[in-house]
């Protein structure tokens, strides 16, 4: 009996590779639709089927799977919605398909909060055959837990900042702006928007000169896993270190970690503690106030 096909949409970053070696741990094959321009270089041997498609393709997206025995599949990895969004011209470059263009311009034309455009996307998928399922499923290992991650502590006023920072937080995200905050002293430094975690940290960093701020970035129990589920990696960890950051709070069960073991190594090697705050029931109440 052969095995059973898993499908995999992936954008940039290496968490897409995670992802196919934790469906193949899983005992799927894996058959990959790789975003053109987006996707890790590496990614295709990590794949049984390897295929490239258009950011904006979704027809090619379902065929491909579809043909290599898939009917469920996971869509992760970055892809920079300001470019496509307010660059029209790059939308011919990544093939679009009508049905992008028809949830784009008509389905979503007075709401297009990333969020409501992913569900728009996932349904499309499910009538194209192909179910969109929990991004986390096959990378349990690499997901935040709650309490102290690293060997680093925070410090007293650290923690008053992420119990101050934290329903602050929980609120963006029900407004749908973004999943990080920078904290200190009890005050709002910066707010993710489109542009992205990298630069709210670099912006953080330049409001803030008084080093050993806290950066707060999760999402609550209540938002899809399918998509947008949010990450740190290594890379951010070097950069909280370069703006001056001190800690790291990130909601449990819900911030992808790419990959665990390393990104923990960095925060201690940086210098940065980190934390994983509960989100669900009384827990996501406490913080982590002693």
Known sequence: MSEPVMGLIAGGGRLPVLEARGMREAGYRVACVGLLGQHDPDLAEHCDSFAVAGVLSLGRWARVLRRRGASQAVMVGRVAKSQLMYH????LTQLPSWRALRIFLWDCRHNRRSQHLLRALANEMETLGIE???TTQYIPEHLATPGQLTQIQPSAGQRRDIDFGWPVLMRM?????GQTIAVKDSDVVA???MEGTDRMIARAGELC???GWVMLK????SKDPRFDVPTVGEQTIANLAAAG???LAIAADRVILVDKPKVLAAADA?????VGVPTSGEDAQLGTSP
């Not at 999760?218 to 129990?221: I, K, N, R, V």
């Open 88 to 91: 029209p011209p790059r939308w």
């Open 132 to 134: 969109l399922i929990d």
């Open 218 to 221: 999760g999402a609550p129990a």
């Open 245 to 247: 950051a001190g800690c």
């Open 209 to 211: 000169r008084k080093p």
């Open 173 to 177: 995200n029900d407004l749908d702006i």
């Open 191 to 193: 707010v993710e928007a």
């Open 270 to 274: 940086a210098g940065i503690a980190m």
